[in-house]
């Protein structure tokens, strides 16, 4: 068996992610793709949780922004995030792996009501577990969800999944000169404001020392190499070695 450098880890989705070439919803190739590179880290004993987005759905950002109440679009929100939620559950589990999702908003038809303590029990257990609905309160991004759950359930490092390779000084897409960070601490984040994930998310992983893995989720096994300790990605951390 691999020898993986980290044992549990909680892994962000964004919800644009499970779009792939779709411009709304869920692209079954994304999801399928995506078990198909859990499934063996599972079989390898790796603990893993994940917290999904729900921006293919519905954004309360956008909702906001249209003149809708702040908290009912938030609400809608993290609706959505259990959609892909259930989507992610039902992939998985045709796959062959045992999930669970847990909501930190109260639809027990449909999830588990999330409970640290049981969540830990379940990553103990051999299952992963999936977040959704957030944090459960307006106001707050998924990212942010991310980051508590992360903490919460002691996990070794929070894994962002995103369309680039990493951290960048500015937007690689628009400025060919943009230089790649292999390795950048909190504070930098912050202050540079790279927006990697909300200052809110940011500061909770450096209260906490939570090391975050930014990557490419689009390259073929870049999950398991980050598992594997390679150089994938930029590491957010305390201070540079």
């Known amino acids: 068996m691999p020898k993986y450098k980290y044992k549990r880890v909680l892994l962000k989705l964004s ?3 499970l779009m792939g070439s779709h411009d709304f919803g869920i692209d079954p190739e994304v999801t399928n793709r995506l078990a198909d590179e859990v499934k063996p880290l599972w079989e390898d004993g790796e603990q893993i949780a994940i917290v999904v987005g729900g921006g293919n759905i519905f954004r309360g950002l956008t909702g906001a922004a249209s003149g809708m109440d702040r908290a009912q679009a938030d609400n809608m929100g993290m609706l959505a995030t259990v959609i892909n939620a259930l989507s992610l559950q039902d992939t998985f589990e045709h796959h062959g792996m045992d999930v669970r999702v847990m909501s930190a908003l109260e639809i027990r038809q449909v999830a588990e009501v999330y409970i640290r303590r049981r969540a830990i029990r379940h990553l103990e257990k051999g299952r992963i577990v999936i977040f959704a609905a957030g944090t459960g309160n307006p106001y707050f991004t998924t990212d942010t ?3 508590l759950r ?9 894994m962002k999944a995103t369309k680039v390779d990493g951290i960048y000084d500015k937007d690689p897409v628009k400025y060919p000169d943009a230089k790649k960070y292999d390795q950048i601490t909190y504070l930098d ?4 404001n790279l927006q990697v994930m909300d200052a809110t998310a940011t500061a909770l992983c450096h209260d906490n020392k939570m090391p975050i893995l930014v990557f490419n989720i689009d390259q073929k096994d870049n999950i398991k190499s980050a598992l594997l300790g390679k150089h994938v990605g930029t590491i957010v951390v305390e201070e540079e070695s």
């Not at 992360?150 to 929070?158: D, G, H, M, P, S």
């Not at 984040?189 to 540079?192: D, H, I, P």
């Open 145 to 147: 969800a991310a980051a």
């Open 15 to 17: 919800g644009e992610a």
């Open 150 to 158: 992360a903490c919460e359930i002691n996990a070794e490092v929070l």
């Open 189 to 192: 984040v912050l202050t540079e």
